[in-house]
C-alpha cells in the first residue's frame, strides 16, 4: 500500500492586499468534508489520506516581495508558518494555499512545475468542492480528461463526465455546504418592472414603482438570485457600506444618503427592524466569478439598480420617471448564487484504474482477444460504474478494457445519473443513462473517443480504434448490455498505391524525398556514409542516375522541394545545408555551429524562407530560419520539448503555413510553427522574427522511428512506421475532421518514412526490409461525395414561438430539393434558420433565448403533397460506407441526430448523440448488403434537447457519402 497522504490546508493573505471574499475557516472545513466524503465513494474507501484546516495567516513579508513570489510562495511561507503558528512541515506531503487578495487566479495550479507537485494554490473565489476534487486528483497522481477530436488537438478538460475534466460541468450542489447563506444574505433578486435589487422572503413587504395596476409588489427575475455580503469590522477599499434593506418597500438602498432617498410608501427609506444587517458592495472592479456588474445607485430614490435593465421605474418621476445615477459615482457588482457548492461529477474508470482504487482483474473484464483479429465481435454486460466498487461487494464488472485495438488500452463503461454523477443531463428524452469510451493516455490521462446514449439500439462508431459499440438491452436502470465490434482493417485500397518502384541503391536509414512542379527528389545515405541524390520526371515511378557529392552524412538526410535545397548531419554531427540544381550540383553548403545525433528536418515556405529543425544532443527540440536562401541563419529557438529523434517538417507551397513534428519515447506530435514579424526591427537584424509553437497536439499514434509530414491539395499528412514496421499515413491532418489511416499493407520498414505531395498523389520513400530503397505512389481521390452544402436555397427562415414553419428549397443538394421543417418548442421566444453561404458558414439554426430547445428536419425526396417523388440515390456509390454531418459549430445545446434512409422496400435508421463540432457519421448494415442502391427518401432530424445557458446555435456545413478511406 502506498504511503499516506497529508495535506496542510492553509487560508493565506497578502501582507497589506485587500481580500476579495469574506470565506471563514468554518467553510472551508465544510469543503473539505466535502471533498474527503466524495473520494470515500468514488474510492470505495481506499483513498489513503488526511487533511488539517489552520486558520487564515497574512504574510508577514512585504506586499512587493510577496507579488514576486509566484511559484516560490512554498518555500518561502513554511519557515513562517512554523515559526508563527507551529506549523511542522514534516507532518504533511502536501500544502495547499487558500490565496485571498487582489490579483489572485480563480482556479487552482500545483507547483513546482515542472516537477514533483507540492505546493496547491488556489484562488478563494473559486473555492468549491469540485475545484478541489480535481486538483486533490492531481495528488492521487492522476492528469487531466480530454475530449478527443484527433486529428485536431484533443481538447484539454472537456471531459465533462469525468472529475478530471471540466469541473463540475455535470457537478451537482452539495446541500451541506451553502456559501451565500454563510457569507451573505442569498434571497435578493432583480426586479423585472424597476430594475431595482430588491429582498424576496417570506413576510417582506414589496411594494414597486413600476409595478402594473392592481399589483403592488416586485417582481423577480427567476433566472438569478443575488446574496450581497454581510458587513464586516472593515470593509476593504473598494467596498462600500451603509447598504440597508428598507422594511417599508424590500428595496436595497444606500442608508448614508441624506434623507436616505424617496419610498414609494412616502419620505424616505428606513431600515428594516427585522434584524437584518447592514450590508456591503464592491465597486468600480471588474466582476469576478459569480458576480454581475452594472448597478448604480439613483440618485433620486438612493436604491441599488440595474442600469442594463429593461425597466428602470423610479419612484421620483422628475425630471424622467426613470432611474438616473448619481453623478460621478460608483457602479457596483453584485454578488450571486454560484457554484462554490459544486461537487462532482464522478471520475471515469481508467483515472479510477490509475489510482489504484479499480483493480482489473476484480473490477473490470478483458475483451481485447475477442476483438483483436480483426474482424471480431463480442457482447459485455456492465454494471453502473459509480465509483470504486466497495472492498467485497460483488457485482457484474463495472468496466471492459482491450488491449491492442489502438496505441493504448481502450476502457468501456456505463454511467447513470445518480450519486456524485447525479446531475448527468439526459442522453435521450427519458434517459440519463451513458456509455462511454475511453483512450488511456501517458501520465494517467484519458481521451473520451465516444458516448452514447444506453437505450437499446443506440450505436456509436470509434473511428480511431475502428469499432462499433451498440447498445443491445439496457436489463435495469444500473446494467447495460453490449455488443461491440472490431471492424476488419483491409489496409490502404490497391487502387490507392498505384505504383512501386524499387531502386538498385542501398542505405541503412531513410530516403529523403521532395518535390517540384516538374521533378520528384530523392536523397540517401548510402552505406559508404556518402550522400547520393536521383531525380524523377514522372511522379517518381522512374529515376535518372544518381548524383555522388563528396558529402558525407551517417543519419539520413532532409529535402525542401520548390528550389530544391537538402539539410544533412555530418560525421561530425555539425548541420548543413546546400542547394541542388541544374543536375544536382551543390550550391553551397554552409556549415552551422549546431550540432545532432540525429538527421534534420527542413521546409521552405511560400515566400522561400527556410526553416531547419533538429534534435540537440541533449534531446532538446530547437529551430532556426533562413530569409536568404540558406546562407545565413537566425532567430534560432529551443523548444521547452524534448525530441528522441530527427523531427518533419513541411510547409504549404501556396499558403502561410507551416508545421512540425516529432518523437518523445514512442508517442508522436505535431504543431503549428507561427513566425511572428516585428516590423519596426529591419530585415535581418535579430528580434524581426520571432520562432513559436501553436497548440501542441498528440497524434494517438506509436512509434520507434521519427515521423514524416506532407502537405496535399492544402491538407497535412503525416506518416510513420509502426511499432509493427508498417508503413502508415494519416491526414488530413490539424482540421476538425477525423482523419484516415492509410496502411500501405504489405510494406513493411525498420526505420522510418519520408513523403512529398505531387498533383494528385502523395509519393512515399522507404528503406525495405533488405535496405533497398523504395518508392511507392498513392492515389489521394477520395470516395463517397458531398449530398449537400447549403450553398443554395434557404436565406432566412423566422420561427414564431410554438408553432412549426415549413419552407421548400431547390439548388445544387441531393436530388436537386430540400424541405426544411423547424419546431420551435419556447412559449415566448423565436427561432431562426439561415443560409450563410457567401461566408461558408453552411445552414444555421439560431434560438433567440436559451430555452427547451428547437427540432430541424431536413427531407431529401418528397417535396410537399408530391409523395411520390423518389430519388433515385446510389449511396453507395464509390464504395461509400456511412454517411457523414458535418456540424461546424455547436453552442449551449445537446444534440440528438436522427437519420432514416427509406427505400421502396425498407426504412432504415440511425441516431448519435453530439455534444461538440465536429463530424458525424451514421453506419448503416444495409451499406454493406448492397441494399441502398435506389433511397427514395433521406431524412436528418436535429432535435436541439438542452441549454447551458446560453445562446444555442447549431450550425451545418455540409452533408456527404464517405468511405473507409476517407477522413
Not at 436595497?252 to 436616505?260: D, E, M
Not at 453584485?334 to 479499480?358: T, V, Y
Not at 541544374?582 to 524562407?609: H, I, N, Q, W, Y
Amino acid at each position: 500500500m502506498a504511503a499516506p497522504l497529508r495535506l496542510a490546508v492553509v487560508p493565506m493573505l497578502a501582507p497589506t492586499a485587500p481580500r476579495l471574499t469574506h470565506v471563514t475557516k468554518s467553510f472551508v472545513e465544510k469543503v473539505m468534508v466535502s471533498v474527503r466524503d466524495y473520494y470515500q465513494r468514488q474510492s470505495g474507501g481506499r483513498a489513503n489520506w488526511s487533511y488539517q484546516v489552520f486558520d487564515w495567516y497574512r504574510m508577514p513579508i512585504p506586499q512587493v516581495e510577496f507579488e514576486k513570489l509566484g511559484q516560490g510562495l512554498g518555500d518561502r511561507a513554511l519557515p513562517l508558518l512554523a515559526h508563527d503558528i507551529g506549523l511542522n512541515a514534516s507532518q504533511f506531503t502536501h500544502f495547499a494555499f487558500l490565496l485571498d487578495h487582489e490579483g489572485v487566479g480563480s482556479q487552482g495550479a500545483w507547483f513546482p512545475q515542472p516537477g514533483q507537485i507540492k505546493y496547491l494554490h488556489i484562488g478563494a473565489p473559486s473555492l468549491s468542492p469540485s475545484l478541489l476534487e480535481h486538483e486533490l486528483g492531481h495528488m492521487f497522481g492522476l492528469g487531466h480528461a480530454f475530449l478527443d477530436l484527433f486529428p485536431s488537438a484533443p481538447v484539454e478538460y472537456e471531459d465533462y463526465f469525468c472529475m478530471m475534466g471540466r469541473t463540475g460541468a455535470y457537478g451537482f450542489a452539495d446541500k451541506t455546504i451553502s456559501f451565500k447563506s454563510d457569507f451573505g444574505d442569498p434571497s435578493w433578486f432583480l426586479c423585472t418592472q424597476c430594475g431595482t435589487a430588491f429582498r424576496q422572503r417570506a413576510g417582506d413587504v414589496s411594494l414597486c414603482p413600476g409595478a402594473p395596476p392592481g399589483i403592488a409588489g416586485h417582481s423577480a427575475d427567476p433566472k438569478v438570485n443575488y446574496n450581497p455580503r454581510h458587513e464586516p469590522p472593515t470593509p476593504s477599499s473598494d467596498e462600500e457600506s451603509s447598504w440597508r434593506l428598507c422594511g417599508n418597500c424590500g428595496a436595497l438602498f444606500y442608508h448614508g444618503a441624506a434623507g436616505h432617498g424617496q419610498c414609494p410608501v412616502g419620505g424616505g427609506h428606513q431600515p428594516s427592524i427585522d434584524g437584518t444587517p447592514s450590508l456591503i458592495l464592491r465597486y468600480d472592479s471588474p466582476p469576478i466569478k459569480a458576480e454581475t456588474g452594472n448597478w448604480q445607485q439613483c440618485v433620486k430614490c438612493r436604491v441599488l439598480y440595474k442600469t442594463d435593465s429593461a425597466a428602470k421605474s423610479c419612484t421620483v418621476a422628475a425630471p424622467t420617471a426613470e432611474h438616473e445615477p448619481v453623478p460621478a459615482g460608483h457602479t457596483y457588482v453584485l454578488p450571486f448564487d454560484g457554484d462554490n457548492n459544486l461537487s462532482g461529477p464522478g471520475l471515469c474508470a481508467p483515472m479510477l484504474e490509475a489510482a489504484g482504487w479499480l483493480d482489473p482483474v476484480v473490477h473490470g473484464t478483458d475483451i481485447g482477444a475477442q476483438l483483436i483479429n480483426r474482424p471480431g465481435s463480442t457482447e459485455v454486460e456492465l454494471t453502473w460504474l459509480r465509483g470504486a466498487p466497495a472492498p467485497g461487494s460483488v457485482q457484474t464488472p463495472v468496466y471492459a478494457f482491450a488491449e491492442g485495438l489502438a496505441a493504448r488500452r481502450i476502457y468501456f463503461e456505463f454511467r447513470h445519473a445518480g450519486d456524485d454523477d447525479v446531475n448527468l443531463p439526459q442522453s435521450s428524452p427519458g434517459t440519463s443513462g451513458w456509455v462511454l469510451v475511453h483512450l488511456q493516455q501517458p501520465d494517467n490521462q484519458a481521451h473520451l473517443l465516444a458516448r452514447l446514449s444506453s437505450v437499446t439500439g443506440a450505436s456509436a462508431y470509434v473511428q480511431y480504434a475502428d469499432l462499433h459499440v451498440r447498445v443491445i438491452a439496457e436489463p435495469s436502470f444500473n446494467r447495460v448490455r453490449l455488443g461491440i465490434t472490431s471492424a476488419a482493417r483491409a489496409g490502404l485500397p490497391a487502387q490507392h498505391l498505384t505504383s512501386k518502384t524499387v531502386l538498385q541503391e542501398l542505405s541503412e536509414v531513410r530516403p529523403a524525398i521532395a518535390s517540384g512542379t516538374a521533378y520528384v527528389a530523392l536523397a540517401w545515405t548510402g552505406t559508404d556514409d556518402h550522400l547520393n541524390a536521383a531525380i524523377s520526371t514522372d511522379g517518381g515511378r522512374t529515376f535518372a542516375p544518381k548524383m555522388h557529392p563528396v558529402e558525407k552524412s551517417g543519419p539520413p538526410p532532409a529535402l525542401a522541394g520548390g528550389e530544391l535545397y537538402i539539410a544533412w548531419t555530418g560525421i561530425d554531427k555539425r548541420l548543413n545545408v546546400g542547394e541542388l540544381f541544374g543536375v544536382f550540383a551543390m550550391g553551397g553548403p554552409v556549415t552551422l555551429p549546431e550540432t545532432s545525433d540525429f538527421g534534420p528536418a527542413l521546409a521552405r515556405d511560400r515566400d522561400g524562407k527556410l526553416f531547419l529543425a533538429w534534435t540537440g544532443e541533449d534531446n532538446s527540440l530547437n529551430m532556426i530560419l533562413s530569409t536568404d536562401d540558406g546562407w545565413t541563419w537566425i532567430e534560432k529557438k529551443t523548444f521547452d520539448l524534448k525530441s528522441n529523434d530527427r523531427p518533419a517538417l513541411t510547409s504549404d507551397p501556396t499558403e502561410d503555413r507551416t508545421f512540425l513534428a516529432w518523437r518523445r519515447e514512442e508517442d508522436l506530435y505535431a504543431a503549428e510553427v507561427k513566425l511572428r514579424l516585428n516590423k519596426d526591427i529591419p530585415e535581418g537584424s535579430p528580434g524581426r522574427y520571432t520562432l513559436e509553437l501553436g497548440e501542441i497536439r498528440t497524434t494517438n499514434e506509436l512509434s520507434e522511428n521519427a515521423p514524416s509530414l506532407t502537405v496535399h491539395d492544402h491538407r497535412f499528412y503525416l506518416g510513420w512506421t509502426g511499432t509493427d514496421e508498417t508503413l502508415n499515413l494519416s491526414g488530413p491532418m490539424f482540421t476538425p475532421a477525423l482523419p484516415t489511416k492509410r496502411v500501405l499493407d504489405p510494406e513493411r520498414s525498420a526505420n522510418d518514412i519520408d513523403l512529398t505531395a505531387r498533383e494528385d498523389t502523395i509519393v512515399v520513400g522507404w528503406t525495405g526490409t533488405e535496405e533497398t530503397l523504395n518508392v511507392g505512389i498513392m492515389d489521394m481521390g477520395s470516395r463517397g461525395r458531398r449530398l449537400d452544402d447549403f450553398r443554395t436555397g434557404v436565406t432566412h427562415i423566422v420561427v414564431p414561438p410554438t408553432t412549426t414553419t415549413v419552407s421548400f428549397q431547390t439548388g445544387s443538394m441531393i436530388g436537386g430539393s430540400r424541405r426544411a421543417r423547424v419546431l420551435n418548442r419556447h412559449h415566448t421566444a423565436r427561432a431562426e434558420v439561415d443560409l450563410w453561404a457567401m461566408f461558408d458558414r453552411g445552414l444555421e439554426l439560431q434560438l433567440e433565448q436559451a430555452h427547451d430547445g428547437a427540432t430541424l428536419e431536413l427531407v431529401y425526396g418528397p417535396t410537399g403533397d408530391a409523395a411520390g417523388l423518389a430519388l433515385g440515390l446510389d449511396l453507395t456509390q464509390g464504395g461509400a460506407d456511412r454517411l457523414r454531418v458535418n456540424i461546424s459549430q455547436l453552442g449551449g445545446v445537446g444534440l440528438n441526430i436522427d437519420a432514416w434512409l427509406v427505400t421502396k422496400s425498407r426504412l432504415s435508421s440511425a441516431t448519435a448523440f453530439v455534444g461538440v463540432r465536429g463530424p458525424v457519421d451514421f453506419l448503416f448494415t444495409d451499406f454493406d448488403q448492397g441494399l441502398l442502391s435506389n433511397v427514395d427518401r433521406l431524412v436528418f432530424q436535429f432535435d436541439v434537447f438542452r441549454s447551458t445557458g446560453e445562446k444555442p446555435t447549431l450550425a451545418i456545413d455540409s452533408i456527404e457519402t464517405r468511405g473507409p478511406a476517407d477522413g
